[in-house]
């Protein structure tokens, strides 16, 4: 299993920070902003009333129920109590599903660009990880033709998010639509459906693929408040799916884990409960800081990138880079110009190759509109650095 790419770009640039360099980091996925205060104010309240035992392993069952009401509520699914665990994060959200599902040998498709930890986990479950390049000029769109080439005997799950990380690229309900049409014609396959972005969505309406009850129960969506409700620290994430898997994940994290925080729970009560149409302000500063760093971006010749949906990332093609020089040193790959413009740059950006695509690279536009305009000229002039 190799190590966490965001982790290791952003460790690198902690520890050039130590030795007193000035280091912008714009390689983790985590907002800028703080928690918001009703949600702090539900955890201190929930320390007074001496919430701090052991929670049954899947969550509250007042959370899970939230969770229930928030899935009726925001994405149109009908999942009742008994289909949500609440987990340590997303990220061992997918863990315990993959775990759960995945036999060795099972084929597991996975559209690239892709979020880093989803092929890792399929290997440490034994499942073979069947990588589908999209593209740039497609918005890096999974096309149900893709999807349809893409399965055979073996495939047991699909992995995507949708908006995406790292592109930003959020799917239409037409699209999902199309994705579904192809699931339903085969029973067997799984689709995990990563929405833990769901409300940083510029263009309108998030949609979820279990909205769509052909195909209902064959998805699991994955959720959590890190994101939006700007939680990463709290870490809480949690899935709605069908009963029998439901249950698997469950017995899963009661082996590994059982369950997250107490106070993190109760916190998370108050941040599902709540109108997401407060978070109006914070999405409109991220489609600010897309803005800027997408014409920053258009500034720079060779660079490449097409204006993602939602999220927080920009996910630009920089091969024309590749085969220039810094010095004596060849850039021969995306992982060389990361380097590059950290060493030289002193900006923090993880490689493309690291989500599956090694013609791109991810930032994240996560940070203040100051730091984000001196970030990206850094990087205009160390791209201006090199020669051919």
């Known amino acids: 299993m190799e190590e966490s790419a965001t982790l290791a770009m952003s460790r690198k640039s902690r520890e050039l920070k130590a030795q007193g360099k000035d280091v912008i980091s714009l390689s983790l996925g985590e907002p800028d902003f703080f928690t918001p205060q009703f949600i702090k104010d539900a955890a201190v309240e929930a320390m007074e009333q001496n919430y701090t035992m052991y929670t049954p392993v899947p969550g509250y069952d007042d959370l899970r129920e939230a969770i229930a009401n928030k899935f009726r509520r925001d994405n149109g699914i009908p999942y009742t ?154 870490r809480v994430g949690y899935i709605g799916a069908p009963k029998l898997i439901a249950d698997a994940c469950n017995k899963m994290q009661g082996q590994f884990t059982s369950a997250t925080c107490s106070i993190a729970q109760r916190a998370t009560i108050a941040a599902v409960n709540a109108d997401p149409a407060i978070l109006k302000d914070m999405i409109a500063a991220f489609e600010s800081r897309r803005e800027l760093v997408l014409k920053a971006l258009a500034a720079m010749p060779g660079v490449i990138a097409n204006k993602p949906g939602g999220a927080f990332y920009v996910f630009p093609d920089i091969s024309s880079f590749f085969g220039k020089k810094a010095g004596d040193k060849v850039i021969e790959s995306a992982e060389d110009l990361c380097m590059y413009l950290l060493n030289d740059g002193l900006v923090a950006l993880v490689s493309g190759e690291a989500f599956g695509d090694p013609n791109c690279l991810r930032i994240s536009y996560a940070a203040s509109e100051e730091t984000l305009t001196e970030a990206m000229r850094r990087m205009a002039a160390a791209l201006e650095k090199l020669s051919a």
């Open 81 to 234: 109590k008994d289909q949500i665990v609440v987990s340590t994060g997303a990220k061992q959200s997918i863990a315990n599903l993959v775990m759960s599902t995945i036999n060795p040998g099972d084929e597991v498709i996975i559209p690239a660009p892709y979020w880093v930890s989803y092929a890792e986990i399929v290997k440490v479950a034994g499942g073979i990880p069947v990588v589908v390049p999209t593209t740039i000029e497609n918005d890096f769109k999974f096309s149900p033709q893709q999807f349809r080439d893409a399965i055979t005997p073996k495939t047991k799950m699909m992995m995507f998010s949708s908006p995406c990380n790292p592109t930003g690229t959020v799917y239409s309900k037409e699209e999902l639509r199309g994705l579904a049409d192809v699931l339903k014609e085969h029973p067997n396959v799984i689709v995990m459906s990563d929405e833990i972005y769901e409300h940083i969505n510029f263009g309108g309406s998030h949609h979820s693929l279990a909205q769509f009850e052909d195909v209902y129960e064959q998805v699991v969506t994955v959720n959590g408040v890190s994101k939006a409700w700007a939680m990463t620290g709290w």
